[in-house]
């Protein structure tokens, strides 16, 4: 309970961070501007997906399961060079694709703001996790976030120049990166421990990277696609009813965050109780968060951002149906399949659902819907936990519970 207590706190500051300063932010760029401004948040999560090249869904397994703090230290210095790289394709790419897809409202904002959560991809939560370290993840990851809007809060404001946040983001966060890295993977903190080849490390991230880039195709494209079919007050709407959506599933993350490393520990004598009692409380988190987004989606957006750009009912509806499986799906992808090097079965789970969501949002953009779009992300999620739910049950059971019989202790 404590490293829940812990754990949910970081991601619930991390959320409440960008909801200090949006609302200003909305009200500023109007209906024409949100959508876009919205798209480049988006797109940013997918260029920090590609900076993270997977080191968010493996790394804190290894870390977890490593046996020494120089062995951890010897994972994050991999991780460092490895994202050095891919943020050079990540950065540029995002910036364009958001400056070909924005309107010409707030444009060189949404290309910075995407910019801005790209540099993201270099966050230690991931590394914090795995350690089961709810303070390291509150002091480099949570606050930076949470300074850069307060302080934005007032300049922007007085001032009307919505770059100031993505600026101050960057001036925040990066700095807590960088100092995070050089204390925890300094080469004395290595010792003798031997880092492998960039190449090495680059093609065994390739599995992982592949299912968390499969999963942002349409864990991440809602609002751009939504932006390039829709009108520009309808597109708005539904990035608010995204945005709310978005900000829920840091309460799933906490959860996953603070589940994984205690259901994994090695030596773990109760394991097959900590993964129920994981997926229970992931399952009653999606039922009361699917219900609260459905039920209070267009109240809190229209308080939040203004009535002009207010979610619409039924996309708000569908946003929660997406989130109950999202939710539900987490446990068995995070601690049970991925553990379980069913990588394969999770690309595929993941192929599918981007398949199933984009072809629905698509089709719900050419039509100028806004309530195909939302069952497009429901759906994609919906389809994930169809194809994984059965395998998860049946690896779950053949989990053998650890020896843990204590040492000079004779056993029959």
Same mark, same amino acid.
């Not at 493996?58 to 943020?87: F, K, M, N």
């Not at 309107?103 to 703001?113: I, N």
């Not at 230690?124 to 976030?145: E, H, S, Y």
């Not at 090097?341 to 789970?349: G, P």
């Given at each position: 309970?404590?490293?829940?207590?812990?754990?949910?706190?970081?991601?619930?500051?991390?959320?409440?961070?960008?909801?200090?300063?949006?609302?200003?932010?909305?009200?500023?760029?109007?209906?024409?501007?949100?959508?876009?401004?919205?798209?480049?948040?988006?797109?940013?999560?997918?260029?920090?997906?590609?900076?993270?090249?997977?080191?968010?869904?493996?790394?804190?397994?290894?870390?977890?399961?490593?046996?020494?703090?120089?062995?951890?230290?010897?994972?994050?210095?991999?991780?460092?060079?490895?994202?050095?790289?891919?943020?050079?394709?990540?950065?540029?790419?995002?910036?364009?694709?958001?400056?070909?897809?924005?309107?010409?409202?707030?444009?060189?904002?949404?290309?910075?703001?995407?910019?801005?959560?790209?540099?993201?991809?270099?966050?230690?939560?991931?590394?914090?996790?795995?350690?089961?370290?709810?303070?390291?993840?509150?002091?480099?990851?949570?606050?930076?976030?949470?300074?850069?809007?307060?302080?934005?809060?007032?300049?922007?404001?007085?001032?009307?120049?919505?770059?100031?946040?993505?600026?101050?983001?960057?001036?925040?966060?990066?700095?807590?990166?960088?100092?995070?890295?050089?204390?925890?993977?300094?080469?004395?903190?290595?010792?003798?421990?031997?880092?492998?080849?960039?190449?090495?490390?680059?093609?065994?991230?390739?599995?992982?990277?592949?299912?968390?880039?499969?999963?942002?195709?349409?864990?991440?494209?809602?609002?751009?696609?939504?932006?390039?079919?829709?009108?520009?007050?309808?597109?708005?709407?539904?990035?608010?009813?995204?945005?709310?959506?978005?900000?829920?599933?840091?309460?799933?993350?906490?959860?996953?965050?603070?589940?994984?490393?205690?259901?994994?520990?090695?030596?773990?004598?109760?394991?097959?109780?900590?993964?129920?009692?994981?997926?229970?409380?992931?399952?009653?988190?999606?039922?009361?968060? &699917? $219900? =609260?987004?459905?039920?209070? /989606?267009?109240? !809190?957006?229209?308080?939040?951002?203004? +009535?002009?750009?207010? #979610? %619409?009912?039924?996309?708000?509806?569908?946003?929660?149906?997406?989130?109950?499986?999202?939710?539900?799906?987490?446990?068995?992808?995070?601690?049970?399949?991925?553990?379980?090097?069913?990588?394969?079965?999770?690309?595929?789970?993941?192929?599918?659902?981007?398949?199933? &969501? $984009? =072809?629905?949002?698509?089709? /719900?953009?050419? !039509?100028?819907?806004?309530?195909?779009? +939302?069952?497009?992300? #429901? %759906?994609?999620?919906?389809?994930?936990?169809?194809?994984?739910?059965?395998?998860?049950?049946?690896?779950?059971?053949?989990?053998?519970?650890?020896?843990?019989?204590?040492?000079?202790?004779?056993?029959?």
């Amino acid at each position: 309970m404590l490293r829940l207590a812990g754990f949910t706190g970081a991601p619930i500051l991390s959320a409440l961070a960008p909801f200090i300063i949006l609302p200003v932010i909305s009200r500023i760029v109007g209906a024409d501007g949100w959508a876009n401004f919205s798209a480049g948040q988006s797109i940013g999560i997918l260029g920090m997906v590609g900076v993270l090249f997977g080191w968010g869904i493996v790394g804190p397994v290894r870390v977890a399961r490593a046996g020494s703090p120089q062995e951890q230290a010897v994972i994050l210095h991999e991780s460092v060079y490895s994202r050095l790289v891919t943020s050079a394709i990540a950065i540029p790419a995002a910036a364009l694709a958001t400056f070909l897809i924005s309107g010409p409202s707030f444009r060189l904002e949404s290309v910075a703001v995407a910019v801005a959560m790209t540099v993201g991809g270099f966050t230690p939560a991931w590394f914090c996790i795995g350690q089961g370290n709810p303070r390291g993840l509150m002091v480099f990851d949570a606050l930076p976030k949470l300074a850069a809007s307060l302080i934005s809060l007032p300049v922007v404001g007085l001032t009307g120049q919505v770059l100031w946040y993505p600026a101050l983001l960057v001036a925040f966060t990066v700095p807590a990166f960088a100092i995070h890295a050089r204390v925890t993977a300094h080469g004395g903190m290595r010792g003798d421990a031997a880092s492998r080849g960039l190449r090495t490390v680059l093609r065994t991230l390739v599995p992982t990277a592949a299912i968390d880039a499969a999963g942002n195709a349409y864990g991440s494209t809602a609002i751009p696609i939504a932006t390039a079919g829709l009108g520009a007050s309808e597109a708005s709407s539904f990035a608010s009813a995204d945005r709310v959506y978005r900000i829920a599933i840091m309460a799933v993350i906490a959860f996953g965050n603070a589940f994984q490393a205690w259901v994994l520990e090695p030596a773990a004598p109760d394991r097959h109780r900590r993964h129920r009692l994981a997926i229970v409380s992931h399952v009653s988190l999606g039922v009361l968060g &699917g $219900l =609260a987004i459905a039920a209070l /989606g267009p109240w !809190a957006t229209a308080l939040l951002f203004g +009535a002009s750009v207010a #979610a %619409a009912p039924v996309p708000s509806a569908l946003f929660g149906v997406a989130f109950f499986f999202l939710s539900t799906t987490t446990p068995l992808i995070r601690n049970i399949l991925i553990p379980s090097h069913k990588y394969r079965l999770v690309f595929t789970a993941t192929i599918a659902a981007a398949v199933v &969501g $984009l =072809a629905t949002m698509i089709a /719900g953009s050419a !039509a100028g819907s806004a309530g195909l779009v +939302a069952l497009g992300v #429901a %759906a994609s999620e919906a389809t994930a936990f169809a194809v994984l739910v059965i395998p998860a049950v049946r690896a779950l059971r053949q989990m053998p519970e650890p020896d843990v019989t204590p040492p000079g202790k004779l056993t029959s």
